[in-house]
């Protein structure tokens, strides 16, 4: 498991400060449309920059959106339907144009390696940064990223080919001080050890200052799921309890709940569903089928079941 060390943690280690925040960049799905551009996410965690799928055109929503791709350090991709990463040479080889010497890390299905090194072989292309490249098993919620501030785990879907979602937690904050309750020449030693939530101890043993009283607890953790192409999956549920942001893709309304279920996609009510079990704070729901022409008949069914539910728009940024 890759557990790169940033080069921003002084900036990092304030609590409760962590930038983060979700951009959608594209919001359709696999039939391209003027109106809609095929999945890709962009995550701000802390300063670094975090792509969840890359559909054809990423870099170009990137550019877009005033985006630098530069700052790029972890890849996601969900699975192996071009919608969800048919973006990702290109990007991978501007990044390299770009003079990139900076890892990236990217976590993706089997075989996504295979890909990467026969396209960048048969152009007899060579990246000048070193991509580590993570299989993520299909069927296990494991692990697979242990930053200083956040972890990331799959969630394993149910799609026609292997398919994973992924879920980004946040890990607990250290407490706040309360720096006017203590003296103002309390040794400074005296201050990391409240906020790691140890107490005081004088020589013999005594509590001279204790944590409860000298500190408040810090903000709850915020976390983010991205539950990608999926058919309706109950079992996701206690994986993504409590979840603050979760997107859930909704190709179909139920008029065509026969439909999806045949080809592995939910519709908007079923995702509103999972987030209503999950106890999800808000629910993003996309990757909208292009045979819909209006996107609020999507909300309108969600939010019978779960109202905390919004579409998916490109080029705007939710924070968690
Ligand atoms: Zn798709
Ligand atoms: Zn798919």
Redesign the pocket.
Known sequence: MPNPQTNQETEHARPGNLPFSLTILGAG??TPTLRLHQ?AQLLTMGSDYVLIDCGEGTQLRLIEQRIRPSRLRYIFISHL?G??YFGLPPLLSSLNLGGRTEDLYLFGPRGLDEVLTTIFRVSNSHLGFRLHFQVVEPNEPALLLDHPQMTVEAIPLQHRIDCSGYLFREKPHKPHLLREKLPADVPVAYLKQLKDGHDILGGNGEILYAVADYTEPGPPPRSYAYCS?TRYVEELVPQLQGVNLLYHEATFLEDNAQRAAEVYHSTARQAATIAAKAGAGRLLIG?FSSRYKQFDLFLDEARTIFPETYLAIEGETTPI
Do not use: I, Q, R, V
């Open positions: 799905s696999a999945t339907h919608d969800h192409d990757h």
